[in-house]
């Protein structure tokens, strides 16, 4: 079927059959609505996955959120307010370390976050517990304190007992709480508001002011420290267009194909005729989004993109994404299995989050960062959550709820309705449905019309269940294929 550069067309296939999770493995237990994208515009895109949909090649899917075993919250960061805490500063500052000596880190994981934002529940590993900086190790047997005799042992000279102190120093302050400090600190602002006076607080020994802590570096300063001029390495990331391909794509195509053959069977542990080259085109290399270049979008446009990060001009990971008019959507990452210690699943999404506060420079609608599905029933896909400020899209009212307020309910049950007004519902229900726009023997016509011209028996219900799960507006602009 021929694309079109104004509509998005689609078949529908609608999602009763359970099929195996690549999660808890439950043979049945996934279950997810599906359609087939011949053509999407980046506006229908960003309308989908603001409903919970997700692309894998030009098959776009929605997991059926209260049946399906493990269910999948969308979820985004907003790169505007983003701060990278302390475990992802460490990566950046691991990248650096290799960039300038040029040593692999011995461990993959190294206590650090988790290391990959892909989709794939097998090539996520549990984070593994923290590891303190400073630690007490006790050799041998721990023995309980015996009085001491009157007899000295050899080579050893007794400690004589301290003497008894003589109490508190009268000539100083008294010890005070540090809650009763700031009690009163907090009381004398108040008097100096009511009295407008310095003289309110007179009676109150005067404490010096806590100092505002240094401000916060941002991700970029972090992300230019990491790559020193001086460095052994050089480290660079390409954005190259994937659909349609770019020459630079075109060019670098075999050597992309090889790092993600690597990742596959190393980390997958794929045989090594699953990782085709036909299967990697379908996988990450095809894709349904009609490219833009408006005046007001970024320089790049919009569309799906791949960026590379090359070592000294070699490819050693290839992060997935599509550029939308309200965010950059990550959808697979792979990478060289050699630097599996370089943590770089992290590091990739650092750099996408800095890609996406800069585009947002340009276009300020573009501000978020989708990371895809947040699984909070599977303890090892819960990284994403570390990324803050970050949100998770309601399954049933289709906003966009804090994960703060989340979290405790997920904590109780794996499904949830997040929105916390009762009688709230989905503003883009399905209120008529003969306005929904169907594509039949060649010819665009809302479903009223469809609806008469059709023999056989009625399809309504399919067409109401796929106008529901797309919502009335992008049910009115994308094109419903009718045989």
């Known amino acids: 079927m021929a694309a079109s550069s104004t509509y998005s067309i689609v078949e529908y296939f609608g999602g009763e059959d359970g099929y195996k999770c690549g999660y808890c493995k439950n043979e049945n237990g996934n279950f997810s609505h599906g359609m087939w ?31 399906t075993c493990c269910p999948q919250y969308t979820i985004r960061c907003d790169s505007t307010n983003f701060q990278p805490s302390k475990p992802q500063k460490k990566i950046l500052k691991k990248m650096s370390k290799y960039l300038c000596k040029g040593e692999l880190p011995k461990s993959p994981s190294d206590g650090e976050l988790m290391d990959s934002l892909c989709e794939d529940a097998g090539s996520c590993d549990a984070p593994a517990t923290c590891r303190s900086e400073v630690s007490v190790s006790v050799e041998g047997p721990v023995e309980t304190a015996k009085s001491a005799g009157p007899e000295k042992k050899a080579g050893r000279e007794q400690t004589p007992p301290p003497k008894p102190g003589l109490g508190a120093d009268p000539s100083r302050p008294p010890c005070r709480k540090a809650k009763e400090v700031r009690k009163e600190r907090k009381l004398q602002k108040e008097l100096q508001k009511q009295s407008g006076r310095e003289a309110g607080s007179a009676s109150f020994p005067q404490t010096e002011a806590a100092r505002p802590p240094p401000p916060s570096k941002t991700i970029e300063e972090l992300i230019a420290e990491s790559l020193p001029a001086d460095a052994v390495y050089k480290l660079e990331v390409r954005l190259v267009r994937s659909t349609p391909p770019s020459s630079q ?184 449905l003969g306005k929904v726009l169907v594509l039949h023997k060649r010819t665009v016509m809302p479903y009223l019309l469809y609806a008469r011209k059709r023999t056989g028996p009625s399809d309504e219900e399919t067409v109401l269940q796929y106008a529901g799960l797309v919502g009335q507006q992008c049910a009115e602009r994308m094109l419903l294929y009718r045989a």
């Open 37 to 67: 994208s011949h053509a999407l515009t980046v506006q229908d895109y960003q309308d989908l996955i603001d409903r919970g949909w997700r692309r894998s090649g030009k098959y776009i899917y929605k997991p059926i959120m209260n049946q």
């Open 249 to 432: 794509f075109k060019a670098t195509f075999h050597e992309s194909y090889q790092v993600y053959k690597r990742y596959q069977m190393t980390v997958h542990k794929d045989p090594p005729d699953k990782p085709s080259e036909s299967q990697f085109r379908r996988f990450l290399c095809d894709s349904p989004l009609e490219p833009e270049n408006p005046s007001d979008g970024p320089d790049c446009g919009y569309g799906s993109f791949h960026q590379q990060y090359c070592l000294n001009g070699k490819i050693i990971a290839v992060g997935v994404i599509d550029i939308l008019p309200a965010c950059v959507s990550s959808v697979y990452l792979y990478y060289d299995p050699d630097y599996s210690g370089m943590s770089l699943g992290v590091y990739s999404a650092l750099r996408e989050l800095a890609f996406t506060r800069q585009l947002h420079e340009k276009a300020p609608r573009l501000r978020y960062y989708y990371m895809g599905f947040y699984i909070h029933s599977c303890p090892k896909m819960r990284y994403k959550g570390q990324y803050r400020p970050s949100d998770l899209l309601c399954p049933e009212t289709y906003v966009w709820v804090p994960i703060e307020r989340c979290l405790p309910k997920l904590d109780l049950t794996r499904y949830s309705r997040f929105n916390e007004t009762p009688e709230a519902v989905d503003v883009s229900r399905v209120k008529e």
